[in-house]
């Protein structure tokens, strides 16, 4: 009973850690019985469970754990009357060998691995990145992530390939199954064997990971979502010279204008072409996965449901509770109004809210952050999925939903398939759909509308006010580059409409949109103007139309403009190849793994090749 009890209890999630489970016996006829009485087919077969049973346990354990010395295997320890036994005690005391043994190998490696980092100095990795882009000579790159996550190891194991194919030596350490957690030794093992010239991690800061990695090896934080460490101030994505930042990049990650500028290169949306093209499909699979409408999502879990999981997880008094609930029903109320959602206007409506509620000012932006934000997508995804739902119901279409998640929601069960494997699986479907509609609030740009496209199928992308707004940001950044007009000191500019074909065919576009431009000229003071001409991150951001062509055909706003779109996808295949081929031919000019990699190199080349100077 007990065994079985344990077992479930630490199954985690599709996409969270679940623990290794380890019983003893004194013999195995305990087993046996414990087995016959209770059901045990589950925690028997589990590759996580392991039991060791009879006079010999404690040799079969320490057998069995020697090859495990660099990851954790410290835990709580659960016995029963009748197991407090001499083979429990040796058990035991195999763990404290472990913890010995671990703790001496964790000082050797830091040492080993110190030594060799105080031998080399900047230029020596600067010669290193130099020869590596004038002459080809292949770096050692080490690629950090973990398997507890729905997208950054997919993210993690393509850049590696993509390295691999452009002739690097690239090594990928992740976790070996979904029940082991890595140890400070585990990451100095990899970096004492590999001797990366550069370390490139998802989402995580080289102080994050620990105080072992070296301070002097060139180390990459690759952004993929905006997770409140990367925000910290104690911990900067580029604070030294040997450290840089590349992904979907915000300012406020940033200590300064020119720290952003030296060492972070904005990269928002990547797709690896090595996973996601146009090859030949398993006919087979693409006859399982086909549908008019595939809708393809991690996020099933219902806002009511996020809401719960978040506040029970948070040490909250009940005051503070009930006004988080308040919040998280305005967040979807918010949501729910018509036009544009607007991602600005919500989070200075939410922190209005936060900061009249009595939270510390310093909680703000992590709610914001840990809260608001994941509420809002998932407000959006499922309202933008009940679109779809409805429509294809109507119509008589044919709807799959692809996922974590939709089996557990009621008003979507029935549509559910489970989750498709990134990769193969993944591609199949978005090629087998006549349309795959996507939704993300900061931006319809994303790396799923590029892997879709690739794949040779159709990404219809829910518009958001940023997204308008930033059509605009990009046409006045293409007067300011083109004019070359310098604004200094409290100088205004203004900018007629009329006299600029960037601001004019953007108003055009507008106009489809449903939004009519009512001014004929735009101000911008010195300060805003030479920010937007000049940053690093507002440079290196598409415009939708950089990417999906004429947003009025592959974007919506409305159920009835998704409809009307849907119906071209289903009924006119030319239209749909056409715009397909459109997107796959963008991406494929600055939107890959492919072009990240080599932007990523040239970028710390750059900055090792500058100076010191602390921004």
């Given at each position: 009973y007990l065994l079985g009890e344990i077992h479930q209890r630490t199954a985690g999630t599709e996409t969270s850690h679940a623990s290794c489970v380890i019983a003893t016996a004194p013999d195995w006829d305990h087993i046996v019985r414990a087995a016959a009485h209770h059901s045990a087919a589950q925690w028997l077969l589990d590759p996580r469970v392991h039991i060791f049973a009879g006079t010999n346990a404690h040799c079969a354990f320490t057998e069995w754990l020697e090859p495990r010395t660099a990851y954790l295997t410290s835990g709580v320890t659960i016995g029963t009357a009748s197991a407090l036994s001499p083979i429990a005690e040796h058990i035991l005391g195999v763990l404290s060998d472990e913890l010995r043994?671990?703790?001496?190998?964790?000082?050797?490696?830091?040492?080993?691995?110190?030594?060799?980092?105080?031998?080399?100095?900047?230029?020596?990795?600067?010669?290193?990145?130099?020869?590596?882009?004038?002459?080809?000579?292949?770096?050692?790159?080490?690629?950090?992530?973990?398997?507890?996550?729905?997208?950054?190891?997919?993210?993690?194991?393509?850049?590696?390939?993509?390295?691999?194919?452009?002739?690097?030596?690239?090594?990928?350490?992740?976790?070996?199954?979904?029940?082991?957690?890595?140890?400070?030794?585990?990451?100095?093992?990899?970096?004492?064997?590999?001797?990366?010239?550069?370390?490139?991690?998802?989402?995580?800061?080289?102080?994050?990971?620990?105080?072992?990695?070296?301070?002097?090896?060139?180390?990459?934080?690759?952004?993929?979502?905006?997770?409140?460490?990367?925000?910290?101030?104690?911990?900067?994505?580029?604070?030294?010279?040997?450290?840089?930042?590349?992904?979907?990049?915000?300012?406020?990650?940033?200590?300064?204008?020119?720290?952003?500028?030296?060492?972070?290169?904005?990269?928002?949306?990547?797709?690896?072409?090595?996973?996601?093209?146009?090859?030949?499909?398993?006919?087979?699979?693409?006859?399982?996965?086909?549908?008019?409408?595939?809708?393809?999502?991690?996020?099933?879990e219902t806002p009511a449901d996020l809401i719960k999981r978040i506040l029970t997880g948070a040490a909250l008094a009940p005051n503070q509770r009930a006004a988080l609930e308040s919040l998280g029903n305005e967040v979807q109320a918010f949501l729910n109004l018509p036009g544009l959602p607007d991602k600005l206007e919500l989070l200075a409506s939410a922190r209005d809210r936060i900061t009249r509620l009595g939270f510390n000012p310093s909680d703000t932006e992590q709610l914001l952050l840990a809260y608001v934000m994941p509420l809002a997508e998932r407000t959006l995804r499922h309202q933008t999925a009940r679109w779809a739902k409805d429509i294809c119901e109507r119509r008589g279409w044919c709807l799959r939903m692809f996922g974590l998640g939709w089996n557990r929601t009621p008003e979507f069960a029935h549509l559910a398939e489970g989750p498709l494997k990134h990769g193969e699986d993944l591609r199949t479907a978005y090629a087998s759909a006549a349309a795959t509609p996507h939704v993300n609030l900061g931006s319809t740009l994303h790396q799923r509308i590029f892997e879709c496209a690739l794949s040779g199928g159709l990404p219809l992308s829910r518009i958001s006010e940023a997204d308008a707004r930033f059509e605009w940001k990009g046409a006045l950044r293409s007067v300011l580059h083109r004019t070359n007009q310098q604004i200094t000191g409290n100088d205004e500019a203004e900018f007629y409409i009329a006299d600029h074909p960037e601001l004019m065919r953007t108003a055009a576009l507008q106009q489809r949109l449903g939004r009519p431009v009512e001014a004929s000229s735009f101000r911008m003071l010195a300060p805003e103007a030479n920010l937007l001409r000049d940053d690093v991150i507002l440079k290196s951001l598409p415009a939708i139309s950089d990417v999906l062509g004429d947003p009025a055909e592959t974007t919506f706003a409305t159920p009835n403009e998704l409809e009307a779109l849907l119906e071209q996808a289903i009924h006119n295949p030319t239209w749909r190849e056409q715009l397909s081929r459109g997107i796959e031919r963008r991406a494929k000019a600055g939107f890959t793994l492919d072009a990240m990699a080599d932007r990523m190199i040239a970028l710390v080349a750059n900055g090792l090749a500058t100076s010191n100077e602390d921004f």
């Open positions: 043994r671990k703790t001496s190998e964790d000082a050797r490696l830091r040492q080993q691995v110190a030594d060799r980092d105080r031998a080399r100095s900047k230029a020596h990795w600067a010669d290193r990145f130099r020869s590596a882009i004038d002459s080809g000579h292949p770096l050692r790159v080490l690629v950090i992530t973990t398997r507890y996550s729905t997208y950054m190891h997919h993210a993690a194991r393509g850049l590696t390939a993509t390295l691999i194919n452009k002739g690097h030596d690239a090594t990928l350490l992740i976790e070996p199954d979904g029940h082991t957690k890595m140890s400070s030794v585990t990451y100095l093992r990899a970096i004492e064997r590999t001797d990366p010239d550069l370390i490139v991690t998802v989402n995580y800061q080289r102080r994050r990971i620990g105080d072992f990695i070296p301070q002097g090896i060139p180390y990459v934080t690759w952004t993929q979502d905006a997770m409140p460490h990367l925000f910290s101030p104690d911990t900067p994505v580029a604070g030294t010279d040997r450290d840089y930042a590349v992904g979907h990049l915000e300012r406020s990650m940033f200590r300064s204008t020119q720290e952003a500028t030296a060492r972070a290169a904005c990269m928002p949306v990547l797709a690896s072409e090595t996973e996601f093209h146009r090859g030949p499909i398993d006919r087979a699979r693409a006859n399982d996965l086909a549908c008019d409408v595939a809708w393809i999502s991690n996020h099933g």
